[in-house]
Protein backbone atom coordinates (compact mmCIF):
# COMPACT_ATOMS: atom_id res chain seq x y z
CA UNK A 1 0.00 0.00 0.00
CA UNK A 2 0.91 3.58 -0.48
CA UNK A 3 0.14 6.65 0.84
CA UNK A 4 0.99 10.14 1.00
CA UNK A 5 0.85 12.76 4.09
CA UNK A 6 0.07 16.40 3.55
CA UNK A 7 2.16 17.96 6.65
CA UNK A 8 0.97 21.19 8.04
CA UNK A 9 5.07 22.01 8.18
CA UNK A 10 4.69 22.45 4.51
CA UNK A 11 1.35 23.92 3.78
CA UNK A 12 -1.05 20.96 4.02
CA UNK A 13 -3.40 20.44 6.42
CA UNK A 14 -1.87 17.26 8.06
CA UNK A 15 -4.42 14.65 6.21
CA UNK A 16 -2.98 11.18 4.35
CA UNK A 17 -4.41 9.76 1.45
CA UNK A 18 -3.47 6.36 0.20
CA UNK A 19 -4.17 3.76 -3.00
CA UNK A 20 -6.18 1.34 -1.48
CA UNK A 21 -9.81 1.19 -0.49
CA UNK A 22 -9.91 2.22 3.24
CA UNK A 23 -13.08 3.73 3.86
CA UNK A 24 -11.45 7.18 5.56
CA UNK A 25 -8.57 7.74 3.08
CA UNK A 26 -8.25 5.64 -0.03
CA UNK A 27 -8.27 6.09 -3.39
CA UNK A 28 -9.77 2.41 -4.46
CA UNK A 29 -13.07 1.33 -5.00
CA UNK A 30 -14.43 4.19 -6.14
CA UNK A 31 -13.09 6.49 -3.11
CA UNK A 32 -10.98 8.26 -5.69
CA UNK A 33 -14.40 10.49 -7.06
CA UNK A 34 -14.46 11.73 -3.15
CA UNK A 35 -11.27 12.34 -2.20
CA UNK A 36 -9.56 13.32 -5.82
CA UNK A 37 -10.34 16.32 -5.73
CA UNK A 38 -9.20 17.62 -2.17
CA UNK A 39 -6.22 15.66 -2.41
CA UNK A 40 -5.77 17.76 -5.80
CA UNK A 41 -6.18 20.69 -3.64
CA UNK A 42 -4.06 19.76 -0.86
CA UNK A 43 -1.10 19.49 -3.59
CA UNK A 44 -1.90 22.78 -5.05
CA UNK A 45 -1.58 24.38 -1.35
CA UNK A 46 1.93 22.64 -0.93
CA UNK A 47 3.29 23.98 -3.76
CA UNK A 48 2.22 27.31 -3.10
CA UNK A 49 3.77 26.93 0.22
CA UNK A 50 7.29 25.98 -1.76
CA UNK A 51 7.06 28.82 -3.73
CA UNK A 52 6.48 31.22 -1.34
CA UNK A 53 9.41 29.56 0.80
CA UNK A 54 11.66 30.21 -2.13
CA UNK A 55 10.25 33.59 -2.53
CA UNK A 56 11.82 34.21 1.21
CA UNK A 57 14.75 32.55 0.62
CA UNK A 58 15.26 34.82 -2.17
CA UNK A 59 13.90 38.21 -0.30
CA UNK A 60 16.59 36.91 2.65
CA UNK A 61 19.39 36.67 0.17
CA UNK A 62 18.92 40.08 -1.24
CA UNK A 63 18.84 41.96 2.43
CA UNK A 64 21.99 40.12 3.56
CA UNK A 65 24.43 39.92 0.53
CA UNK A 66 27.30 37.96 1.55
CA UNK A 67 30.79 38.13 1.92
CA UNK A 68 32.73 40.74 -0.34
CA UNK A 69 35.88 42.74 -0.16
CA UNK A 70 34.62 45.88 -0.99
CA UNK A 71 31.20 47.94 -0.92
CA UNK A 72 28.94 46.48 -3.37
CA UNK A 73 26.81 48.73 -5.40
CA UNK A 74 23.85 46.21 -5.83
CA UNK A 75 21.71 43.53 -4.46
CA UNK A 76 21.89 39.71 -5.38
CA UNK A 77 19.21 40.58 -7.66
CA UNK A 78 21.13 43.20 -9.38
CA UNK A 79 18.67 45.83 -7.76
CA UNK A 80 19.46 48.91 -6.06
CA UNK A 81 20.43 48.40 -2.38
CA UNK A 82 17.82 49.45 0.09
CA UNK A 83 18.62 50.97 3.47
CA UNK A 84 19.16 47.84 6.06
CA UNK A 85 21.08 45.45 3.16
CA UNK A 86 24.02 43.28 5.29
CA UNK A 87 27.04 42.12 4.42
CA UNK A 88 30.60 41.01 4.96
CA UNK A 89 33.81 42.82 4.61
CA UNK A 90 36.50 39.84 4.44
CA UNK A 91 39.00 42.39 3.92
CA UNK A 92 38.44 44.51 7.27
CA UNK A 93 36.53 41.79 9.14
CA UNK A 94 33.21 43.25 9.82
CA UNK A 95 29.93 43.58 9.49
CA UNK A 96 28.40 46.43 6.96
CA UNK A 97 25.17 47.71 7.19
CA UNK A 98 23.29 50.03 4.10
CA UNK A 99 22.31 53.18 5.38
CA UNK A 100 19.96 53.94 2.76
CA UNK A 101 23.26 56.35 1.44
CA UNK A 102 26.65 54.71 2.73
CA UNK A 103 27.84 51.93 4.10
CA UNK A 104 29.14 51.59 7.57
CA UNK A 105 30.34 49.35 10.21
CA UNK A 106 27.11 46.96 11.47
CA UNK A 107 29.09 47.09 14.95
CA UNK A 108 32.22 47.69 16.91
CA UNK A 109 34.81 45.19 16.43
CA UNK A 110 36.00 43.15 19.91
CA UNK A 111 38.74 45.31 20.98
CA UNK A 112 38.00 48.54 19.37
CA UNK A 113 36.16 50.21 22.07
CA UNK A 114 36.80 51.60 25.22
CA UNK A 115 36.26 49.11 28.45
CA UNK A 116 34.29 49.69 31.24
CA UNK A 117 37.07 50.07 33.61
CA UNK A 118 40.56 51.87 32.58
CA UNK A 119 41.84 52.67 29.24
CA UNK A 120 42.50 55.65 27.78
CA UNK A 121 40.37 58.22 25.37
CA UNK A 122 42.79 60.41 23.40
CA UNK A 123 41.92 63.05 20.24
CA UNK A 124 39.09 64.93 19.74
CA UNK A 125 35.94 63.86 21.53
CA UNK A 126 32.77 65.05 20.16
CA UNK A 127 28.97 64.35 21.49
CA UNK A 128 25.84 65.03 18.98
CA UNK A 129 23.05 67.03 19.94
CA UNK A 130 20.56 65.29 22.30
CA UNK A 131 23.35 63.04 23.20
CA UNK A 132 24.41 64.48 26.76
CA UNK A 133 27.50 62.57 28.17
CA UNK A 134 25.36 62.37 31.73
CA UNK A 135 26.12 62.62 35.46
CA UNK A 136 29.11 60.41 35.92
CA UNK A 137 29.41 59.60 40.26
CA UNK A 138 32.93 60.02 40.14
CA UNK A 139 35.90 60.54 37.45
CA UNK A 140 38.20 63.12 36.43
CA UNK A 141 38.39 65.30 33.68
CA UNK A 142 41.51 66.67 32.22
CA UNK A 143 43.09 68.56 29.55
CA UNK A 144 39.96 69.83 28.09
CA UNK A 145 38.04 72.77 26.93
CA UNK A 146 34.15 73.83 26.67
CA UNK A 147 34.38 74.77 23.51
CA UNK A 148 37.90 74.33 22.45
CA UNK A 149 38.99 77.48 23.87
CA UNK A 150 37.13 77.94 27.05
CA UNK A 151 38.46 75.96 30.32
CA UNK A 152 36.32 73.41 31.93
CA UNK A 153 34.79 74.66 34.69
CA UNK A 154 33.08 78.69 35.63
CA UNK A 155 33.37 81.29 33.04
CA UNK A 156 32.04 83.35 35.96
CA UNK A 157 32.34 83.54 39.66
CA UNK A 158 28.80 82.80 40.77
CA UNK A 159 27.43 84.59 43.72
CA UNK A 160 25.86 82.76 46.59
CA UNK A 161 24.10 85.99 49.02
CA UNK A 162 23.60 85.35 52.38
CA UNK A 163 21.79 87.46 54.77
CA UNK A 164 22.52 85.31 58.15
CA UNK A 165 25.49 83.56 59.56
CA UNK A 166 26.46 80.77 57.19
CA UNK A 167 28.77 78.31 56.89
CA UNK A 168 29.97 76.98 53.37
CA UNK A 169 29.56 73.81 51.61
CA UNK A 170 31.21 71.91 48.98
CA UNK A 171 29.54 72.97 46.09
CA UNK A 172 30.46 77.00 46.99
CA UNK A 173 33.73 75.86 45.62
CA UNK A 174 34.87 78.50 43.43
CA UNK A 175 32.29 81.10 44.47
CA UNK A 176 31.62 84.20 45.85
CA UNK A 177 29.88 84.75 49.22
CA UNK A 178 28.52 87.48 49.66
CA UNK A 179 26.69 89.84 52.32
CA UNK A 180 24.28 92.40 50.30
CA UNK A 181 23.97 96.17 51.20
CA UNK A 182 20.42 95.36 52.00
CA UNK A 183 21.42 93.32 55.37
CA UNK A 184 22.81 95.68 57.64
CA UNK A 185 24.22 93.34 59.92
CA UNK A 186 27.40 91.67 61.21
CA UNK A 187 27.76 88.17 59.82
CA UNK A 188 29.84 85.14 60.32
CA UNK A 189 30.40 83.23 57.51
CA UNK A 190 32.77 79.79 58.38
CA UNK A 191 35.15 78.09 56.23
CA UNK A 192 34.47 74.06 57.82
CA UNK A 193 37.03 71.50 59.02
CA UNK A 194 38.27 69.47 56.19
CA UNK A 195 36.54 66.23 58.18
CA UNK A 196 33.27 68.16 58.05
CA UNK A 197 33.55 68.86 54.07
CA UNK A 198 36.80 67.62 52.23
CA UNK A 199 36.98 70.60 49.64
CA UNK A 200 39.82 69.40 47.14
CA UNK A 201 42.98 71.04 47.68
CA UNK A 202 43.21 73.83 45.19
CA UNK A 203 39.70 74.91 46.36
CA UNK A 204 38.99 78.96 46.21
CA UNK A 205 36.25 80.58 47.88
CA UNK A 206 35.62 84.12 47.75
CA UNK A 207 34.10 86.76 49.98
CA UNK A 208 32.68 89.90 49.92
CA UNK A 209 31.29 92.50 51.73
CA UNK A 210 28.88 95.33 50.59
CA UNK A 211 27.50 96.58 54.58
CA UNK A 212 29.41 98.97 57.33
CA UNK A 213 28.97 96.01 59.28
CA UNK A 214 31.90 93.59 58.97
CA UNK A 215 31.72 90.17 58.15
CA UNK A 216 33.78 88.00 59.76
CA UNK A 217 35.36 85.33 57.72
CA UNK A 218 36.37 82.39 60.26
CA UNK A 219 37.62 78.57 60.04
CA UNK A 220 36.54 75.90 62.73
CA UNK A 221 39.21 73.34 63.49
CA UNK A 222 41.50 73.73 60.64
CA UNK A 223 44.05 76.44 59.57
CA UNK A 224 43.82 79.54 57.99
CA UNK A 225 46.58 81.96 57.49
CA UNK A 226 46.15 85.47 56.42
CA UNK A 227 48.80 86.06 54.06
CA UNK A 228 51.92 88.34 54.28
CA UNK A 229 51.92 87.81 57.66
CA UNK A 230 50.96 84.52 58.51
CA UNK A 231 48.81 85.14 61.55
CA UNK A 232 46.26 82.47 61.40
CA UNK A 233 42.63 82.52 63.16
CA UNK A 234 39.33 84.63 62.24
CA UNK A 235 39.26 87.70 59.94
CA UNK A 236 37.44 90.60 59.26
CA UNK A 237 36.23 92.12 56.29
CA UNK A 238 35.25 95.90 56.06
CA UNK A 239 32.52 97.27 53.87
CA UNK A 240 33.40 96.82 49.82
CA UNK A 241 36.00 94.81 51.22
CA UNK A 242 36.88 91.58 49.39
CA UNK A 243 38.71 88.29 49.60
CA UNK A 244 39.58 84.69 48.73
CA UNK A 245 40.67 81.92 50.84
CA UNK A 246 42.77 79.06 48.83
CA UNK A 247 43.19 75.61 49.96
CA UNK A 248 46.89 74.48 50.16
CA UNK A 249 46.34 71.36 51.92
CA UNK A 250 44.33 69.20 53.72
CA UNK A 251 43.73 71.48 56.81
CA UNK A 252 45.51 74.90 56.06
CA UNK A 253 44.04 77.56 53.75
CA UNK A 254 45.75 80.89 52.61
CA UNK A 255 43.60 84.04 52.89
CA UNK A 256 44.31 87.87 51.16
CA UNK A 257 42.28 90.58 49.85
CA UNK A 258 41.26 94.12 50.47
CA UNK A 259 40.19 95.62 53.66
CA UNK A 260 40.43 92.34 55.13
CA UNK A 261 42.43 92.32 59.10
Not at 11 to 35: M, P
Not at 147 to 162: E, K, L
Request: proline content about 4%; overall charge negative.
Amino acid sequence: MSSVTFSTTVGGDGSTVTDDDNATTGLGNGGALIRLVPMMQQVVNVAAYTVNAVDSITGLNDLYLGSYSSNPTLNNSGDALIAGNLYFNDVSDEMRVYTGSAWVAAYIPAGSYLPLAGGTMTGNIEFNSGQPLGTPSSGTLSSCTVNGTDAVGFRNIPVNSQSTAYTAVLADSGKCIFHPSTDANARTFTIPANSSVAYPIGTAISFVNMTAQVVSVAITTDTMYLAGTGTTGTRSLAQYGTATALKMTSTTWIISGAGLT
